[in-house]
């Protein structure tokens, strides 16, 4: 019995230092994960970047295109008399005017 108990503590001694000598390595290196966690969550990547950019580019062109047909309907009230359809309809062109810079050319097209 003794012999065995001698062999169990033997055991471990010999399997305990790779135990404390893991856990030792995880509380070390657990902060610079929390930290490169951090990072991660804090920063942009380039390809999130570019879909928030899209997304954007997109809003405006839908934007553009309400606009546009709202100017054709209001051009054509405009001709045909109507006054307040004319002051609508440079409200419509100017607000054009001011959200074109922001969508970007297609290539082929200027």
Request: include cysteine; charged fraction near 35%.
């Amino acid at each position: 019995m003794r012999a065995l108990l001698s062999g169990l503590a033997l055991g471990s001694l010999i399997l305990l230092p790779g135990c404390i000598a893991r856990t030792a390595l995880d509380v070390v290196t657990a902060p610079v994960k929390v930290v490169g966690k951090a990072a991660d969550l804090a920063t942009t990547s380039q390809s999130e970047s570019d879909e928030k950019r899209g997304r954007e580019i997109r809003k405006r062109e839908e934007r553009l295109g309400k606009l546009d047909r709202k100017r054709e309907k209001l051009a054509e009230e405009c001709d045909d008399g109507d006054g307040a359809a004319c002051r609508e309809l440079q409200e419509v062109e100017a607000e054009m005017r001011a959200i074109s810079p922001g969508i970007p050319a297609e290539p082929g097209r200027r």
